[in-house]
């Protein structure tokens, strides 16, 4: 079974914000993103093992899965094929959506 079908029914996709990029890249990214933002506040659990995990992939391609629960945002990053979970982030107390503010 791959990973995306044990964590979410397929038809969900449709509703999920989902992209592939750069493992590497991304894990920069975020890093400085969440970072920054909780030093504004925000809760971010999970960032340390989640960057590393993507950092050590090098240029691999992940598909990240972006899914808001009112207040919160999780990201999960899968094997490109999605059947292995590469990490997953944790966020709150943000201030709305982004687009909201």
Not at 40 to 50: P, Q, R, Y
Request: charged letters at 25%; hydrophobic letters at 45%.
């Amino acid at each position: 079974m791959k990973a995306s079908a044990a964590l979410l029914p397929q038809a969900c996709e449709e509703d999920l914000r989902l992209s592939v990029q750069d493992a590497s890249s991304i894990a920069r990214t975020l890093w400085t993103k969440y970072n920054l933002a909780r030093e504004k506040g925000v809760v971010v659990i999970g960032l340390e093992e989640f960057t590393t995990n993507l950092a050590l992939l090098g240029s691999t391609e992940v598909r990240l899965c972006f899914v808001w629960l009112e207040d919160s945002l999780v990201t999960v990053a899968l094997e490109k094929e999605r059947d292995q979970v590469m990490g997953a982030l944790f966020v709150t107390n943000f201030i709305g959506k982004p687009g909201e503010r």
